[in-house]
T-cell receptor, first 113, second 116 residues
Framework: GNSVTQMEGPVTLSEEAFLTINCTYT??????LFWYVQYPGEGLQLLLK?????DKGSNKGFEATYRKETTSFHLEKGSVQVSDSAVYFC????????????FGQGTTLQVKP | GAVVSQHPSWVICKSGTSVKIECRSL??????MFWYRQFPKQSLMLMAT?????????EQGVEKDKFLINHASLTLSTLTVTSAHPEDSSFYIC????????????FGPGTRLTVT
């Protein structure tokens, strides 16, 4: 079946450090891939997405590239800020019509000043 | 951006009672809403897809008589946990798809249910 696996957290970084959060998926066909972010006390927000192989999603300095050969969608940011502290979820959708999302377990990022 | 609210944000109830959770899209219409359940340190698990004016579609393993979903308008879906038990304690999250674009889901902040 379809599934998403994220690296376990929490991830603790100093401000301005480089961030990578690994995400791999299992799916048949060509799913769409997403990263969502959940700030404390708020709902999940879409951070970025990619809908086909080799697409790169980017937003707010975060990037992720859809790698079909490695079935991965790793999240990266060159220089994190304290305000990036949140829980990050990788997700896939097999169908744009139904909108059903399958989530990874989430990775908590804590950035220290 | 689009806002989805949930009410209540947290609730404590006694075993055997029923609890209703509301999910509202505040500034857009949502033909489709989704209900998720999240256990501590675990992923969001899709429970059901709620379609306005029709019956909800439940995921495998989710008891439809236990988790009653009603989507009576384009801005409101409700989840009722009937005859709640301690194992139903969890974080319930809803999301809504904008009927105009259907390109994105917007998530509510979640409801923490504790059954004693």
């Amino acid at each position: 079946g379809n599934s998403v696996t994220q690296m376990e957290g929490p991830v603790t970084l100093s401000e301005e450090a480089f961030l990578t959060i690994n995400c791999t998926y299992t799916a048949t066909g060509y799913p769409s891939l997403f990263w969502y972010v959940q700030y404390p006390g708020e709902g999940l927000q879409l951070l970025l997405k990619a809908t086909k192989a080799d697409d790169k999603g980017s937003n707010k300095g975060f990037e992720a590239t859809y790698r079909k050969e490695t079935t991965s969608f790793h999240l990266e940011k060159g220089s994190v800020q304290v305000s990036d502290s949140a829980v990050y979820f990788c997700a896939l959708s097999r169908s744009s019509n139904t909108g059903k999302l399958i989530f990874g377990q989430g990775t908590t990022l804590q950035v220290k000043p | 951006g689009a806002v989805v609210s949930q009410h209540p944000s947290w609730v404590i109830c006694k075993s055997g009672t029923s609890v209703k959770i509301e999910c509202r899209s505040l500034d857009f219409q949502a033909t489709t809403m989704f209900w998720y359940r999240q256990f501590p340190k675990q992923s969001l698990m899709l429970m059901a897809t709620s379609n306005e004016g029709s019956k909800a579609t439940y995921e495998q393993g989710v008891e439809k008589d236990k988790f009653l979903i009603n989507h009576a308008s384009l801005t409101l879906s409700t989840l009722t946990v009937t005859s709640a038990h301690p194992e139903d304690s969890s974080f319930y999250i809803c999301s809504a798809r904008d009927s105009a674009s259907e390109a994105e889901q917007y998530f509510g902040p979640g409801t923490r249910l504790t059954v004693t």
